[in-house]
């Protein structure tokens, strides 16, 4: 079964970046769609971005255009989330997920996930 490690979260300061990273192992990144998905404590879950399968397609959750760069390298089995301008709203876990489609845009498609990195953003 395929798995997923993120890696890259921790404290920073407001204004700052943060790039993430996830392995995928157990199978071949470029056999799913991947996404960042977040979690804060209280709220709802919410996908960021995800990646199809080639990596030929994108997707970014209208909110967070412009902040957020997801790359797919399938040569390393990894997907990276740069974060940019980051706020102390953006605090949260956040995940990677996968789906065996070529690209899935919501939450409910992915059935694999991590078990998250975490975010905390100063001010």
């Known amino acids: 079964q395929v798995q997923l490690e993120e890696s890259g979260g921790g404290l920073v300061q407001a204004g700052g970046s943060l790039r993430l990273s996830c392995l995928v192992s157990?199978?071949?990144?470029?056999?799913?769609?991947l996404a960042w998905i977040r979690q804060a404590p209280g709220k709802e879950r919410e996908l960021l971005a995800a990646?199809?399968?080639?990596?030929?397609?994108?997707y970014y959750t209208s909110s967070k255009r412009g902040r957020l760069h997801i790359t797919k390298d399938n040569a390393k089995n990894t997907v990276a989330l740069r974060m940019d301008n980051l706020t102390p709203e953006d605090t949260a876990g956040y995940y990677c997920?996968?789906?065996?489609?070529?690209?899935?845009?919501?939450?409910?498609?992915?059935?694999?996930w991590g078990q998250g990195t975490q975010v905390t953003v100063s001010s």
């Open positions: 990646v199809s399968q080639t990596g030929s397609s994108t």
């Open positions: 157990g199978g071949y990144a470029d056999a799913y769609s």
């Open positions: 997920a996968a789906a065996q489609r070529t690209l899935a845009i919501t939450i409910g498609g992915y059935e694999y």
